[in-house]
T-cell receptor
Framework: GQQVMQIPQYQHVQEGEDFTTYCNSS?????IQWYKQRPGGHPVFLIQ?????EVKKQKRLTFQFGEAKKNSSLHITATQTTDVGTYFC??????????????FGSGTRLLVRP | NAGVTQTPKFQVLKTGQSMTLQCAQD?????MYWYRQDPGMGLRLIYY???????DKGEVPNGYNVSRLNKREFSLRLESAAPSQTSVYFC????????????FGQGTRLTVV
């Protein structure tokens, strides 16, 4: 079935280093969303990308949607300890009856050494 | 504005017991979801409801049932709990499926012994 895959599973960085997580779908997505989950918390929406090749920035976070709308990335510049958490991508994949369901990637857990 | 409210926050069940996880949203959203989260497995969709009156299976529906009681409420029932259902369960809602931001509840940590 349709899948949304994410790599790496874990990333441990020194504070100040950059971080990137990648998301790949087996099929074309109409849009992709990114969420952050702090340890012990619940996922919180960060952003949605809709257009092919779209790039959006939120302060030190840069989000990209691939030209084929099958992959996406989240890049954090100069990580801080407040960036610690798990980052998920999510996309609307079609069900057998052509309706949509929101499927999440497996997430990338970011740990930051102060 | 409460957003998405889940009850209970914690629960311990014995194998074979049943229980219902409750979820309510006050944002007038059409779509609601139930996910489970296991270490290293991300968020896996159990069931979802695109709109009031409809429910559909997600990625891992076996062992669960759901009810979309009204537009606000979407409950998840475990008829005969198994240790494999030990997990953190999240309810979420959005205006439309996958096209708008999903809001999550605080989660229910369920342990089946």
């Amino acid at each position: 079935g349709q899948q949304v895959m994410q790599i790496p599973q874990y990333q441990h960085v020194q504070e100040g280093e950059d971080f990137t997580t990648y998301c790949n779908s087996s099929t074309t997505l109409s849009n992709i969303q990114w969420y952050k989950q702090r340890p012990g918390g619940h996922p919180v929406f960060l952003i949605q990308l809709v257009k092919s090749g779209e790039v959006k920035k939120q302060k030190r976070l840069t989000f990209q949607f691939g030209e084929a709308k099958k992959n996406s990335s989240l890049h954090i510049t100069a990580t801080q300890t407040t960036d610690v958490g798990t980052y998920f991508c999510a996309g609307p994949v079609t069900s057998m009856d052509s309706s949509y369901k929101l499927i999440f990637g497996s997430g990338t857990r970011l740990l930051v050494r102060p | 504005n409460a957003g998405v409210t889940q009850t209970p926050k914690f629960q311990v069940l014995k194998t074979g017991q049943s229980m219902t996880l409750q979820c309510a949203q006050d944002m007038n959203h059409n779509s609601m979801y139930w996910y489970r989260q296991d270490p290293g497995m991300g968020l896996r969709l159990i069931y979802y409801s695109a709109s009031e009156g409809t429910t559909d299976k997600g990625e891992v529906p076996n062992g669960y049932n759901v009810s979309r009681l009204n537009k606000r409420e979407f409950s998840l029932r475990l008829e005969s709990a198994a240790p494999s259902q030990t997990s953190v369960y999240f309810c979420a809602s959005s205006e439309t499926i996958g096209r708008t931001e999903a809001f999550f509840g605080q989660g229910t940590r369920l342990t089946v012994v």
